[in-house]
Every structure is written in structure tokens, then in C-alpha cells.
């Protein structure tokens, strides 16, 4: 099971695994964060809720590919999640 995991990620090693694990997870929790803070910020200004959640929605999917190159950064891991993030981008561009 771990060696399917380990190709389906394609890391060579399980330390490697767990550091794009810990990435992925810390990346996901800050940009929640991020965009609550941002969220309770529009609320401010905006009393539309179903806009402030259409904005919360875009602000997660934003932030999140910001953050988590920034995160890869100190775990060793950027040019995993630089290529991670080549390849989502361009199934994205597909639904366009």
C-alpha cells in the first residue's frame, strides 16, 4: 500500500511522502485561515451573503496555490509542488 502511494505521488521514499503530506496539510490550514480573516475583513463592506461566500470560495482557491509554494519552501519540496502545480494548472486551462 505504501509503495502505491509512494508511485501515485511520485516521491522515491517515505520521508519524502510525509514531507509532501505535511505540505499539503499546513498549505490547506493557512489558506482557511487566510481567507476567514479576509472573509470576516469583506464582511465589512459587503452584507450580500451569497456573494461573501462566492468571494470565501475563490479566496481558498487562490490562496492556497499561493501558499502552498510558499510552505514547499522550508520543507525542501518546491520543485515537487512547482511541477504539481504546472500540471493542475493545465487540467484547469481544460475546463476552459
Known amino acids: 500500500m505504501i509503495s502505491q502511494l509512494l508511485k501515485l505521488f511520485g516521491v522515491n521514499n517515505i520521508t519524502k511522502l510525509a ?51 510558499i510552505t514547499a519552501i522550508p520543507f525542501g519540496q518546491f520543485s515537487y509542488f512547482v511541477s504539481y502545480q504546472r500540471k493542475f494548472i493545465k487540467k484547469i486551462k481544460l475546463l476552459f
Open 19 to 69: 514531507l509532501v503530506f505535511l505540505v499539503f496539510s499546513l498549505s490547506g490550514i493557512i489558506a482557511l485561515y487566510a481567507s476567514d480573516i479576509l472573509t470576516t475583513f469583506m464582511l465589512r463592506f459587503i452584507d450580500n451573503n451569497i456573494l461573501i461566500l462566492i468571494l470565501r470560495v475563490v479566496s481558498i482557491f487562490v490562496l492556497y496555490q499561493v501558499i502552498i509554494i
